[in-house]
């Protein structure tokens, strides 16, 4: 089957260490984003990537970082410089960045105790 | 992008019409109105978008006023299935200084029987 698959569903980890959450599509599109979602609130636009080995920050990149070495993967890696970790974490991905509509994944709910 | 405004929520008896209004007064001429659904815990799901034409697919329909500063999303026959948060986004299709979807909070959805 086609998708977007996100791994673990719920991540725990300490205060101070860097997690990195897997995002993984197999359906051959260009372009891959990272949102985050706080209880209540909408979606937030942390990096997205256009093409392999290029992606740009987006609204709230401050204590995460990415990579794009492969089409199907785009991993995002955060920091113990995010001050607030604790949220709902959605990938994303559409044909190009012109694309009429985006598909996400399940989600991962990190947890900083 | 363009700013909406949808109810905070809104209810629904299963298996009637419910219909969805979105107000977005300063909506450029180039700009889409798409929306996108999110049932709980899981990631946002594409509907329908549309310019200034009525659309439908087999999900919902999209009235778009004529002068394209509020539209309704129309659910034919509601199911208990049905209950999510629904976002409106208005958005130009070929933006090349940042893809992404902006997200508000969307209209919570509930369908009971």
């Known amino acids: 089957d086609g998708g977007i698959t996100q791994s673990p569903k719920y991540l725990f980890r300490k205060e101070g260490q860097n997690v990195t959450l897997s995002c993984e599509q197999n359906?051959?599109?260009?372009?891959m984003y990272w949102y985050r979602q706080d209880p209540g609130q909408g979606l937030r636009l942390i990096y997205y990537?256009?093409?392999?080995?290029?992606?740009q920050k987006g609204d709230i990149a401050e204590g995460y970082s990415v990579s794009r070495e492969k089409k199907e993967s785009f991993p995002l890696t955060v920091t113990s410089a995010q001050k607030n970790p604790t949220a709902f974490y959605l990938c994303?991905?559409?044909?190009?960045?012109?694309?009429?509509?985006?598909?996400f994944g399940p989600g991962t709910r990190l947890t900083v105790l | 992008d363009a700013k909406t405004t949808q109810p905070t929520s809104m209810d629904c008896a299963e298996g009637r019409a419910a219909n969805l209004p979105c107000n977005h007064s300063?909506?450029?001429?180039?700009?889409?109105v798409y929306w996108y659904r999110q049932i709980h815990s899981q990631g946002p799901q594409y509907i329908i978008h549309?310019?200034?034409n009525n659309e439908t697919n087999e999900m919902a329909s999209l009235i778009i006023t004529e002068d394209r500063k509020s539209s309704t999303l129309i659910l034919p026959h509601a199911t208990l299935r049905d209950t999510a948060v629904y976002y409106c986004?208005?958005?130009?299709?070929?933006?090349?200084?940042?893809?992404?979807?902006?997200f508000g909070k969307g209209t919570t959805l509930s369908v009971s029987s």
């Open positions: 994303a991905s559409s044909i190009n960045s012109y694309a009429d509509e985006q598909f």
């Open positions: 549309g310019l200034k």
């Open positions: 986004i208005v958005r130009a299709a070929l933006n090349q200084a940042g893809t992404a979807l902006i």
């Open positions: 990537s256009q093409i392999v080995n290029d992606f």
């Open positions: 359906l051959n599109h260009d372009a």
């Open positions: 300063t909506i450029s001429g180039n700009e889409y």
